[in-house]
C-alpha cells in the first residue's frame, strides 16, 4: 500500500469490549447533553469507530462522530480500542504508574527555579545503550503533538481524571481534533526502570537543577522533620570514637533537595535545605576527627567537644566551600530587606545586611549563625509573633531569596561530594 493511502477499517478490527469499556468510563463523564449531541449512543460511538480511516503519512486514525471528528495517533487507538491488553483510566494525576518494570513520573515547573531556556520538545533516553529511561518534553502548543509510545502509558492510564468535561467543541464540522487535546495534558514525562533507584534520584536532581522541573505530587507534605541527635561520639572504655561516614548520605540529601524544590511554603523550603547540610555533619565531624592530632590532650578533646554541637558541624559545612565566598557575598547583597527580616526575626547580633568580612573563617562563621538562627525560628517557635512562620507577603518574598542562597550553597556542597 502506498504511503499516503488511507484504509477503512473493517468490522473485526474493534475490539468492542474496550471500546465499551472506554465510553463507559471516560465519555459518559462528558455532561448528558454533550453526549447525546456529540458522542451519541454507546452503539453509535462503537459504529463511528468501525468506520476509522487510517492515514498512513501521518500514521492517524480519523474518526467521524456523526459530525465530530476526532484524529488518533496509531498508539493511541491501538491501545484503546483494538488490542487485548485490559487498560485502566482511573490512575490518579499525581501518583506514580509502575508498569512491565518501569516508573512513570509526571513532572512540573518548580515555584524556587525559574530558568528563562528550556530545552525544546522531544523524548531524551537516559542511557545511550541501556533501555534504562526516557525524558520527555509535550510540545503543548502543537495541534498536532501525540505522546511517544515510551511514555504514552502514563496519559492513557489517567485519561478520566484528565478528561476536559467543559471542552469548547469547534462549530467547525470540518476539522478534525486532535484526541490528546480533549484532555490535560502532560507536559514532562519521566520513565525509568524500577530497578535504578540511585539513577532516578540523580535524574531527578539533574532536571531539578538544570531544567527547574520537580515531582508532581498529589498531595503536599507540611510535615517539619526535627533536627538528628548525636547521642554519643566518644567511647571512653575503648579509647575509640563511635562515628562513621554514613554510606547512604548523598541519596538521602537528594531527596531532602527534591522536597524543597517542590514545597510552596517558603518556611519548609528552607528546612528542607537545611536537612541537606544536616545529612552531611556526621562527614564533615568525621573528617574534622581524622585531621586532628591525636586527642590526648584537653585541648584536642576540647575543639572535639565543641564541635559535636549542630552549629558548629553546620560551620564545618560552610567553611568546605570557602572558594566560593566572593560569591556568597554577592548572592547576600540581591537579597531585599535583608537588614529589616534580621532585626524581625534574629538576635541583634546576627545580620548579614552589613557584611563586610574578608576573613573566610569570620565570613563562615556569620553566614552559620545567621542559617542557624533562621531554622530555629521556624523550628522552635511555633506560634509567637516573631515566628518566620507567621509572615507577611514582603517577608515572604525577603525568605525566598534567602533561600536562593541556601540553595547556592546547598549545591556547592553538591558538587564537592557527588560524583555524577
Known sequence: MAKGSSRVMSMIDI?????????????????????????????????????AVYKGDNKEYEVDFSGLKIKFSKPIFNILFLNKTVIKFDKPIGQRLELNNYIYLELRESPLVNLEDKESAGLFPLSRRYYWGYFFI?????????????????????????????????????????FCSLFESIKYILKIKKDKETLKEKALYRLCTDFGLIE???????????????????????????????????????????????????????????????????????????????????KEFGRIREHIREEQMLKLVIKDISNEFSQLKQEIANIDNIGQFCDNFLPRNVNLDNLDEDEEE??????????????????????????????SEGEQR??????????????????ENIEW
Open 138 to 178: 509535550n510540545e503543548d502548543s502543537r495541534d498536532d503533538s501525540y505522546y511517544p509510545k515510551e511514555v504514552l502509558s502514563l496519559f492513557i492510564f489517567q485519561l478520566k481524571e484528565r478528561l476536559i468535561k467543559d471542552y469548547a467543541f469547534s462549530a467547525n464540522l470540518d476539522i478534525y481534533i486532535n
Open 362 to 391: 569570620k565570613f563562615s562563621n556569620k553566614l552559620s549563625d545567621f542559617i542557624y538562627q533562621i531554622r530555629n525560628n521556624i523550628v522552635h517557635t511555633k506560634e509567637s509573633n516573631k515566628s518566620i512562620r507567621n509572615l
Open 15 to 51: 475490539n468492542e469490549q474496550k471500546t465499551r469499556k472506554f465510553y463507559s468510563e471516560v465519555i459518559s463523564l462528558y455532561p448528558p447533553e454533550v453526549i447525546d449531541i456529540l458522542w451519541r449512543s454507546k452503539t453509535e460511538f462503537l459504529d463511528s469507530l468501525k468506520g
Open 216 to 298: 508532581r505530587k498529589r498531595y503536599t507534605t507540611t510535615k517539619i522533620n526535627m533536627s538528628q541527635n548525636i547521642n554519643e561520639i566518644y567511647d571512653k572504655d575503648t579509647n575509640y570514637f563511635l562515628l562513621t561516614a554514613r554510606k547512604q548520605y548523598n541519596i538521602d540529601s537528594l531527596k531532602f533537595y527534591l522536597s524543597a524544590m517542590e514545597n510552596l511554603d517558603p518556611s519548609y523550603q528552607f528546612l528542607e535545605l537545611y536537612h541537606v547540610l544536616e545529612s552531611y555533619f556526621y562527614k564533615y565531624f568525621y573528617n574534622y576527627i581524622k585531621n586532628l592530632k591525636k586527642v590526648e590532650t584537653k
Open 398 to 415: 525577603t525568605l525566598m531569596e534567602i533561600n536562593k542562597l541556601l540553595l547556592f550553597v546547598v549545591r556547592k556542597v553538591f558538587d
